[in-house]
């Protein structure tokens, strides 16, 4: 505001345009110093950026812990997920003294929990005045906001909100309900990061929703079930004072939302031992409420098995942070000790290419942080998505909108989408599209469908036939086929038309694919005759082009009716889709670099009951682009 | 670092061969998982209903009952010869967490002072519960109680709460066991995680640890030898304490590097391990016979395949030792478990 008043007043002045012109100077060299002095240049220079996450921090000697752990530990930007203070230093201004004499110059930033969102235990606003956002993030900062990092070529965006919390005369619903500004906000600026194409999002809190207590969902189940339907990456609350990391979630077969008092093992997409996930197959959900305030007990009680792994003060009592580390390519979360026991937890979610670029990376980054309010933030009424800014980034302030990466002209997996369902009667359903799908991309859709007559029979329109509808060696009901589309603005979800049956499906954006060829050869199929459970088979295939892309499919029909199967993918391939159902669908992604055969990939099946799985499989090549 | 008694190091497991192994029916759903038993066989735990919720259940000679208890959330912790359950809830109406006991079909509050929860975790064939109290909030930030766990003991169900000491320097703790005579055991929190026992009158005694980085006293036995785990470098080991000045590393005996032990008769402790051998090195339930581990294998019926599972409580039935858990699935759905070993 203050900019626009004096910027009026010069348009009137006799020396205005030799004004203005040094005021564009300096706003240009403004610019360049903070972006060349700041936190961008350091960022951008590393191929890994690592941000630090934990809530319920308390000011005791484990909390200073907690924060010199993380300044120790290569930690660029700390978050706290909230529960600041509990008044065991006060007021607000002597616990952020406490905090930026452990942080020193690493930015400690931070989002409002139940103790001081209207009190007992200080003011948000007060903590804000105090540890005044360093990243120059959009929204409310404390209350309601995000942030790219690093700013200059972000591999993750971080959405901070507050679910449940009390802001008394903000005259907003904090519900996060369905349809509130809350849940805008979030459907906005995780629609707008994949569109920028950002590699990474993580969405923070301070309220739990699935936990391992015994309480009811604290936050939104709305807002948890969004997430996790948007494929978001990493997904972090608190208030629960322990550690616990789930399984990644999704919505698949009878999971049509998560529920948080008893165990639906249709909405853990994956449960690899090791920790290793492919991204896009689910929502890791990460309690971190170990910043400092005294741990409690976790139950190994009804939601315990959507967890991997879990700490509290009956399981190996240990304060510290999560750590996340993020590439192009890679999330890793690893849980670092401050004090207490032993407890570690590591995982990683990868993506089989990094995306390239959308061509609307910029229209709703971070253009428009640019206010010069000082803090404390305000508690305006919060604008409909995407946010403008009540927020204090540091001065210097700059316009400037975070440049999306770079393009790169190799072929890779944009996004996918997977989902199964059941046709009543013969007719029709509608699989979607891979978020974030660009013109010019190849969208495949792979089709399984358990039906003893015939299957996959017409092709959706506009869309053409890749592997015509085959079937297992082992039942005539279970059929597989691909279609694929390169894909123009405009285009819509496609229609498939099938009897009344079980199917499932995956949906697969390809960028950088020959749009006139994207069938490098014929594709491959195998009927897994002789393929014991719990293997599922796709064939070997021989490509023409160097550096295409192999897509395998593997589907089974489940010879128990009741019964669903899931899938581990092949060894060194990334797993793209996992619809689990009677008539199951696994959908694996390889980039080739030679014309050497790739060799058979075999899926590891797993049946819900029994071992009777009749099985197919498809090998498709796709050729990149000239 | 004080002395360890005994150490069993194994380079592997063997499955227990003596022990049959069966799943517990449940109330409709798919899933269940048996939490505690009581020292005449009783076992408590939670079910998946045929309505898509879960509920509490009382197994009596394996059949299960659903117990009626008024609130959400409800997880039972524990259950004594007597048939006394105790476990927690949530009052949606109060927006507050309740910590109630059970028996013979009647439900019941546990009394706390004004401004407090309880939350029970044990109780004794005596009546005695074990558990910790936490500061009741203000409501309308909604379900969850973030301020210090206090440890505390109930002489009897209807008896208001004794807080035990805490050990200097502790900011919070749990009492997660109680034993015959009224000793509970449990941890203290203050920059480290201390295992300790409480003396019937309420007075702390640190107990000495593996590798110096804390520990939990989780179980203690009918002859009164505390159980639990100790941090270990790469997480936690199974051990005991028979006095109070010495730990034993029992844990040592299952070759996997996490263990940990919950619950033990005389010469006989119970818990989760693993091995490099079996199940691609999954979490099992294990028992330890003195120094001697060996792993129960996880139950399957024709609906479910168990892959992994865990050991929570044990119990002599006559000329067996009888051990409840729960068997889990690869994909992760669990159900109540009961291995009777001769």
């Known amino acids: 505001m203050e900019l626009q008043v004096n910027a009026a007043r010069l348009v009137s002045h006799p020396l205005r345009w030799v004004l203005a012109l040094l005021l564009g100077i300096a706003l240009i060299l403004a610019n360049f110093y903070y972006l060349s002095g700041s936190r961008d240049s350091e960022a951008s220079a590393a191929t890994t950026v690592s941000l630090g996450f934990a809530g319920d921090t308390g000011g005791n000697t484990v909390t200073g812990k907690v924060i010199d752990a993380a300044h120790n530990g290569g930690v660029a930007a700390m978050f706290n997920l909230g529960d600041l203070s509990y008044s065991q230093i006060t007021p607000e201004s002597a616990w952020c003294s406490f905090v930026k004499q452990h942080a020193g110059t690493m930015p400690y930033e931070f989002v409002t929990g139940n103790h001081e969102d209207d009190g007992p235990d200080g003011v948000w606003t007060n903590f804000a005045s105090c540890l005044p956002d360093q990243l120059g993030s959009v929204g409310n900062y404390a209350q309601q906001f995000y942030t790219d990092y690093p700013a200059s070529s972000p591999l993750v965006r971080l959405i901070m909100v507050s679910p449940k919390l009390t802001f008394s005369g903000s005259g907003l619903d904090w519900s996060y309900k369905s349809g509130t500004q809350g849940y805008k906000f979030v459907t906005s600026a995780i629609d707008s990061a994949r569109a920028a194409g950002i590699p990474f999002i993580v969405v923070g809190m301070h309220m739990y929703c699935l936990s ?31 550690y616990a990391r789930s399984y990644p979630l999704a919505l698949k077969g009878s999971c049509t939302a998560i529920p948080v008092s008893s165990f639906n093992p249709d909405c853990v997409a994956s449960t690899n031992a090791n920790g290793q996930f492919a991204a896009g197959t689910g929502t890791i959900l990460a309690t971190v409420g170990s910043g400092g305030r005294s741990l409690n007990s976790e139950n190994n009680t009804t939601t315990a098995p959507y967890f991997q792994s879990f700490m509290g003060s009956n399981n190996n009592p240990t304060y510290g942070f999560l750590k996340v580390s993020v590439t192009s390519t890679t999330l890793t979360g690893n849980f670092v000790r401050a004090s207490g026991g032993t407890y570690t937890d590591s995982f990683t979610i990868t993506r089989p290419a990094a995306p390239s670029p959308s061509p609307t990376a910029t229209a709703t980054a971070t253009a428009t942080a640019t206010a010069t309010v000082t803090p404390p933030p305000t508690t305006t009424t919060a604008p409909p998505p995407p946010p403008t800014t009540t927020t204090a980034p540091p001065p210097p302030p700059t316009t400037t909108t975070a440049p999306p990466p770079p393009p790169t002209s190799a072929i890779s997996v944009r996004s996918t989408a997977s989902g199964a369902g059941e046709l009543t009667a013969a007719g029709s359903y509608t699989p979607g599209l891979p978020a974030g799908w660009q013109p010019g991309d190849t969208v495949f859709l792979f089709s399984q469908v358990t039906v003893s007559g ?72 195998d009927t897994n005759s002789g393929v014991a459970y719990p293997g599922v088979r796709a064939p070997s295939i021989t490509p023409v082009t160097p550096g295409a892309l192999l897509l395998t499919a593997h589907g089974v029909r489940n010879g128990t009716n009741s019964a669903t199967t899931s899938f581990s993918p092949p060894a060194g391939m990334g797993e793209l889709g996992d619809s689990k159902s009677n008539a199951a669908l696994e959908v694996d992604s390889l980039a080739l670099t030679d014309t050497s055969a790739t060799g058979a990939k075999v899926a590891t099946a797993s049946s819900s009951s029994g071992t009777v799985t009749n099985q197919c499989g498809t090998a498709i090549v796709v050729r990149p682009a000239p | 670092m004080l002395p360890v008694a005994a150490t069993a190091a194994g380079p592997d497991l063997p499955q227990a061969t003596n022990c049959s192994v069966r799943i517990f029916p449940g109330l409709g759903g798919p899933g269940s998982n048996a939490i505690a038993s009581s020292s005449n066989g009783l076992v408590i735990g939670i079910a998946d209903t045929a309505g898509g919720g879960s509920a509490p259940v009382l197994w009596r000679g394996g059949q299960p009952t659903q117990l009626t208890i008024p609130l959400d959330a409800v997880a039972p912790a524990s259950v004594n010869a007597a048939g006394v359950v105790v476990g927690t809830g949530y009052d949606a109406t109060n927006e507050v967490l309740v910590g109630w006991w059970w028996q013979d079909g009647q439900y019941h509050p546990l009394p706390v002072k004004p401004g407090d929860i309880a939350i029970p975790s044990a109780i004794s064939d005596n009546g005695i519960v074990a558990g910790a109290l936490v500061a009741d909030e203000e409501h309308s930030d909604g379900p969850g109680a973030d301020e210090d766990e206090r440890p505390a003991v109930w002489p009897s169900v209807t008896a208001v709460a004794r807080e035990l000491t805490l050990p200097a320097g502790a900011r919070g703790g749990h009492a997660f066991a109680i034993g015959p005579d009224g000793t509970a055991g449990g941890v203290a929190l203050s920059d480290d995680a201390t295992p300790v026992l409480w003396a019937p009158d309420g007075s702390a005694k640190a107990l000495p640890t593996l590798s110096g980085k804390g520990g939990v006293v989780l179980g203690i036995d009918a002859t009164g030898q505390a159980l639990g785990q100790s941090a270990v470098a790469d997480g936690t080991h199974a051990v005991t304490w028979a006095a109070p000045s010495a730990v034993t590393d029992v844990g040592a005996a299952a070759a996997g590097p996490k263990s940990s032990a919950s619950s033990g008769i005389a010469g006989v402790t119970v818990g989760s391990g693993s091995s490099p051998s079996f199940r691609g090195e999954r979490p099992q339930a294990v028992i330890w016979i003195g120094k001697s581990a060996r792993i129960l294998p996880p139950g399957s019926d024709a609906q479910f395949t168990g892959v992994s ?31 009777s070993c001769k």
């Open chain 1, 454 to 525: 015939s299957a996959n029979t017409t092709a959706p329109a506009g869309w053409t036939q890749a592997v015509g509808d085959f079937t297992s060696a082992s039942s005539t009901s279970a059929h597989q086929a691909v279609w694929y589309r390169v894909m123009q603005a405009g285009d819509t979800a496609p229609s498939v038309t099938e009897p009344a049956a079980r199917f499932a499906w995956s949906t697969v954006a390809v960028q950088g694919a020959s749009t006139t060829t994207p069938l490098d050869v014929t594709p491959a199929t």
């Open chain 1, 212 to 242: 391992m207590v015994n309480y009811p969902c604290a936050a939104s189940p709305d807002l948890m079930n969004m997430l996790v339907s948007k494929k978001v990456d990493l997904y972090m609350q608190a208030h629960d004072h322990a």
């Open chain 2, 309 to 339: 599972g865990s050991a929570s409580s044990v119990s002599r039935q006559g000329a067996n030792t009888v051990v409840i858990g729960y068997s889990a699935a690869d994909n992760g759905l669990r159900r109540a478990t009961e291995w």
